[in-house]
């Protein structure tokens, strides 16, 4: 089992005994109506939910893991930026061949070769003044908003998130590898959201995660369903 090499190997986070484990992805666990996988071949298997068949169902399997991905450098960055009343929707995320062993709030997972950062529907990195405001975020397969190095002044505010695999918002750079001074993410604001249901997928997850940050405001955040 990749993920028990990964995660026994390691001395954080620490082992207990008693320990929850579970399988999945075999058609003989799918025992209850609208139980599903996917095969190693991109096969489909549904369970239909009972008083239906599988000719009148709506299937929808997404195929996109970023939606929307800014991007600038230390030299030249992203600039004035509005994104306002739009829906952000139905997005997956591959989990890794090798297992996925969780680290920091599962805003990383280990690798054999370190940690790698889960990524976002909307992922954004050596931007200023940029603003996400009064936006829709549901059934994302990953994080939701994931603000990376080198972003300032950056504002997420009266947004709503539902059902979101991982965490809704990540500002900052990975704890574990601290950024050149250009890199740490300053003066964002996060405001008025209204985070549900995160972690659906990746428990560990969190509604905001903040890491390498400073001088930032996150004020009138409604979280549930942690």
């Not at 001395?11 to 058609?27: D, Q, Y």
């Not at 709503?160 to 695999?165: L, T």
């Amino acid at each position: 089992n990749p993920e028990s090499d990964l995660a026994f190997s390691k001395k954080f986070p620490r082992k207990f005994g008693g320990a929850a484990f579970s399988l999945r992805g075999s058609p003989t666990f799918m025992t209850n109506s609208g139980d599903w996988i996917q095969s190693a071949n991109g096969e489909l298997v549904v369970f239909p939910p009972s008083g239906s068949s599988d000719l009148g169902m709506s299937l929808i399997v997404p195929k996109l893991t970023t939606l929307l991905k800014i991007k600038g450098s230390s030299q030249k960055k992203i600039k004035n930026l509005i994104f306002s009343n739009l829906h952000f929707v139905e997005t997956t995320w591959v989990k890794p061949l090798q297992g996925f062993v969780p680290s920091q709030a599962s805003v990383v997972y280990f690798t054999e070769n370190g940690t790698v950062a889960i990524p976002g529907a909307i992922e954004i990195e050596y931007a200023e003044n940029l603003k996400i405001d009064q936006c829709f975020f549901e059934n994302i397969g990953s994080s939701a908003v994931v603000a990376k190095e080198g972003v300032y002044n950056a504002e997420i505010t009266r947004n709503i998130f539902s059902k979101i695999s991982a965490s809704a918002i990540v500002m900052g750079a990975d704890l574990k590898k601290k950024p050149e001074p250009e890199g740490v993410s300053a003066n964002g604001k996060i405001l008025g959201n209204f985070i549900t249901d995160v972690g659906t997928n990746y428990y560990g997850s969190v509604g905001i995660f903040l890491g390498y940050l400073s001088g930032s405001e996150i004020a009138f955040n409604t979280l549930k369903n942690m």
